[in-house]
């Protein structure tokens, strides 16, 4: 077993992880916690603990000989940007030190019980913060399925996919001050909205809140403004993945979005998983994306695996309820346009992409029923409601339900998590004036 | 004369000001600088100078209550953020005590010739800064005359004006990692394009780089994400405005721009000038806008005057010319919808603004041909070219040419100014990859 492989399946923790557990050795995600009556710091997942990077920093077992000499920790901060602009070699590096600290046979955490009570913090006693200080959110349209099953709803099966999508990785800018971490409920939008048969538009509460299931990445390194990352350097300014549940109010969205796109359909709040998992991660499960035909231009044409065989599912627990439904399995591999694509393509025109941007991937909808990511789609707009296990019927989200995203990568007897996002849909508040 | 009326047109400085100067003692707008071989801090532009509030703080001499007894200058900054979160009183309370420090009968600073030395800049010698840390980038699209303008060209005159656009002011995000501050040269972007009769897109720099006559408002203190500000609570949020060019690829636009709004045509830079100017100084500016018929619904309607009467120009010299040429004159009376209806309705499904977030208005397009703020439109989408005054033509932007927009409200006596926006477009970086 060399010292350096952190991805080799056959690697044990001295803590007992159960196969199921989203957080094994190999998986090591960053995220910021805040402990009972501490202050936020970052931390690793491991098991159904958190490993404070700053207790084992202070305690002289995080040795990054890239990280020495600094006169601030980066992991005694709020946020993981100081981390993530560090680069890919320095993040290796501590990836390797703590896979090698966490190992079954590496006595220097396992046989401290003093330092294991304060390092190994159990992850019911701490809580999670927005990992990230996002900048810039770019959403992109990436999955073919679900561009082809929404824009025949909104226009037709005619113009169902515009002349564009298979040339390029369609995207729009989103609202960053509203990203907020797993666990926080959110208020349904009012907005303007209007039905096809009504004479004007009126405000009030949308009707029509949906989900959307995605993954975002995180940008390490930036590029310099009109500096193009080429697509075979973009790997480089990637540091890894979350989950993304990216509300939607859908009839604000219809009536707004002609011509300039979504904005008040969307910015009320987009939620993330707190554990940012790296690319190093999930490198054992790199695969090939769907085939693209026609041949994309060479900006960005890239021969590798670009696509990650994540298994993503979305369960609705309505407040009653006291167990979700599973309403959906797709798999991030059906994505048509990879993230190097994304990259190559978001900075062609020489935009800056800074540390702490955030790139979504769009609803990732497959080519089954059952893996459709969003209500919108499930249910054809709300044509064709559909009945959980309770008998309730659904068309968008009511009151009170709670939407759950997990997903994670199945290898040989363990697997590579992202936990999971989750988030109520509140009441409205009545608008003052209406 | 009273102390307290900062906008009363015969106050005067000790400084000679010229009638013409952007910079009277009614202005007073605020901005960041670096003076030559110091750190960046805030200042306040006066005539030909600026003055240097670090300088006058220590001093004791902006013994503002409200600013008493924070541990931090809020001057001391490379930003305007921290002065701009504090709200409407204390700006209100430093903008009474700077008019009075610098009335030309307060012998306070005027007599005082070290700390003048000290404390007023030459404009000449120091480097003006991106004046805020901004978070989200809004752009919105209020002049009507443009929206119609340019929908009629891009989906013919009978989509000119989408449904919705008289019932809300349509909006997207944009791009805020690349907003530079006047001075900031920009590459011709590079982008996919495709002409109508080519059988498919290509790559390469664009064809068709326009500018764009906008002008921002700064947010100060922001809103809880799920609670939104009342149309009548909007101007507690605005700290000033300041003027914008949104530089535009049409090419790249019209390819990409549908379903989800632009994206890469216009996320290659946006300039903004360096001085932002309060509200309180444009308080006597305020007129009433455009009649809106059909009357918006509740949650859109003030009945105060939110328009502004702010003369904009345009100005473009090529590379070979010594002189730039005016090409546009507008002004933002034309806006159709106001900031406080943005603000409103940004905020009206929850959307939290921050600190710091820029809401541009969209190109300020007046009703007459001279009052176009693009060359999308003087040009007619490039089928009317434009003759210059040194007899050459453009449709869109040349390598070379530079851009430089203005903007003053006229006073009686005295103008409020917004100094200048200008950048040049230097050649485009050949693609590695085509």
Redo the contacts between chains.
């Keep these: 077993m060399s010292m350096t492989d952190t991805n080799d399946p056959r690697l044990r923790c001295f803590l007992l992880i159960e196969p199921e557990s989203h957080f094994p050795v190999q998986n090591l995600p960053f995220g910021v916690f805040r402990p009972r009556g501490g202050a936020p710091r970052v931390g690793v997942a491991i098991g159904e603990y958190v490993l404070d990077l700053t207790v084992v920093e202070r305690a002289g077992l995080l040795d990054a000989p890239s990280l020495a000499g600094r006169s601030e920790s980066v992991f005694d901060r709020s946020a993981l940007n100081a981390f993530m602009t560090s680069g890919r070699a320095v993040w290796r590096e501590v990836r390797e030190r703590l896979s090698l600290l966490l190992r079954h046979d590496e006595p220097r955490l396992r046989d401290d019980a003093a330092l294991r009570r304060e390092a190994l913090v159990p992850m019911r006693d701490v809580e999670m913060l927005l990992p990230v200080e996002i ?2 959110y770019t959403d992109f ?1 990436s999955s073919r399925d679900h561009a082809t099953y929404v ?1 025949a709803m ?2 037709g099966p005619e113009n169902a996919l ?3 999508w298979l ?2 990785p ?9 990203i ?1 971490v797993s666990g926080t409920d ?2 349904r ?4 909205t ?1 039905p096809d048969k009504a004479p ?4 009030g509460p949308s009707r029509s809140v949906d989900f959307e299931l995605e993954m975002g990445l995180f940008v390490g390194p ?1 590029n310099a ?2 500096e ?1 990352i ?2 075979d350097q973009a790997v480089d300014h990637m540091f890894g993945l979350v989950l993304v549940n990216d509300w939607s ?1 859908r009839d ?1 969205q219809k ?11 969307k ?3 987009t939620s993330i998983s707190p554990w940012v998992v790296t690319l190093e991660a999930l490198e054992s499960f790199r695969v090939a994306g769907p085939t693209q035909d ?1 041949k994309p ?3 960005l ?1 890239n021969p590798v695996n670009a696509a990650y065989d994540i298994r993503l599912d979305v369960f609705l627990q309505p407040a009653e309820c006291s167990e979700p439904a599973r309403i959906c399995s797709s798999n991030a591999r059906h994505l048509y346009w990879s993230f190097d694509q994304q990259v190559a ?2 900075t ?7 540390t702490g ?1 955030l790139l979504a991937t769009g609803t990732i909808s497959g080519p089954t029923p059952e893996s459709r990511g969003c209500l919108l789609e499930l249910t054809t707009g709300g044509r064709n409601p559909m009945t959980l296990p309770n008998g309730q019927s659904r068309t968008f989200l009511e009151d009170g339900d709670r939407v759950t995203m997990t997903g994670w990568c199945q290898g040989n007897g363990y697997r590579i998590g992202f936990g999971e996002v989750t988030g109520k849909l509140l009441p409205a ?1 009545s ?4």
């Design positions: 900048g810039d349209y824009g909104f226009r515009m002349p564009n040339h390029l369609v995207a729009y800018h989103g609202r960053a001050s509203s907020v959110l208020k939008p009012c907005g303007q209007k004007g538009p009126s405000f930036g403004l009109g193009p080429p697509i109010a604000v009536w707004e979005y002609v011509p300039l796109g979504p904005f008040l359909a910015s009320f709040g026609p231009l060479a900006y044409r393509h978001h062609s025109n020489g935009c800056n992409l800074c941007d508040t608008p003052a004036h209406e």
